[in-house]
């Protein structure tokens, strides 16, 4: 099964418009973490932003926010005031417990158009 | 800015060659992981060390596949043989704990 999904192959945006990149995950562990990474064209992993399953708020990081919703089990991406420098592969992972460890687990990415 | 450290950037090999990559972590970071991503995918954990030790390497085809750290410091990761299917680009990664990764560029793979 899926742990981390991410239903939209490839997004287009307006430059200056706001964004959502959706992801919804899968576990029984009750602590986990949520990261969203972006990857240019030139294939370096930047991470963007990080959600703990026990923090009350949504995290933010400048222009990027991260939606979560955990009874929905979803964590959505919401980039605002889109950039023509933001078209890249967007990735949600989720890290979880194993053997006493930690795992992290990518989605299969999105690919972002920032239209000018 | 410290950042990790991977080469080569890009490799041609025949396949049934050996080819190996490199990877220099984040001076300090003690967890250190290898990352396939085959063309339109997500990253897939290989394998994970902690300090010198392998944590996992359950996804590690072990046949062809090896990875050490011996000092707990930079890390080289084999394949040989080489297939067809291994073209992929192969991702490092380091972190202080278990949070945030930071990746390095990246070796791009092509197996003919």
Redesign the interface.
């Known amino acids: 099964a899926q742990k981390i999904t991410q239903t939209q192959p490839g997004m287009f945006v307006q430059e200056k418009e706001a964004v959502t990149l959706d992801c919804t995950y899968d576990t029984s562990d009750p602590s986990y973490g949520l990261f969203w990474y972006k990857q240019p064209s030139s294939g370096e992993m930047i991470f963007l932003i990080y959600q703990g399953s026990y923090d009350q708020q949504n995290a933010t990081e400048g222009r990027y926010s991260l939606n979560f919703q955990k009874a929905r089990k979803s964590a959505n991406l919401v980039i605002s005031a889109s950039q023509l420098g933001d078209s890249a592969m967007y990735f949600c992972a989720m890290r979880e417990g194993r053997d006493g460890g930690f795992k992290t687990i990518f989605g299969a990415g999105t690919r972002l158009f920032v239209k000018a | 800015e410290a950042e990790v450290a991977q080469s080569p950037r890009y490799k041609i090999t025949e396949k049934s060659q050996a080819v190996a990559f490199w990877c220099d972590p984040i001076s300090g970071h003690a967890t250190l ?1 290898w990352y396939r991503q085959i063309l ?6 290989l394998v ?1 060390f ?1 300090d010198e030790s392998v ?2 390497d359950s996804q590690l085809p072990k046949d062809r596949f090896s990875a050490e750290r011996l000092k707990g410091v930079d890390s080289t990761l084999k394949i040989q043989p080489a297939e067809l299917g291994d073209s992929a ?1 192969y ?1 490092c ?1 380091s972190s202080f704990d ?9 070796t ?1 793979l092509t197996v003919t």
Request: hydrophobic letters at 25%.
């Open positions: 992981y339109g995918q997500g990253p897939e954990l994970q902690q944590v996992d680009m991702l990664a278990s949070y945030e990764q930071y990746f390095g560029p990246g791009r």
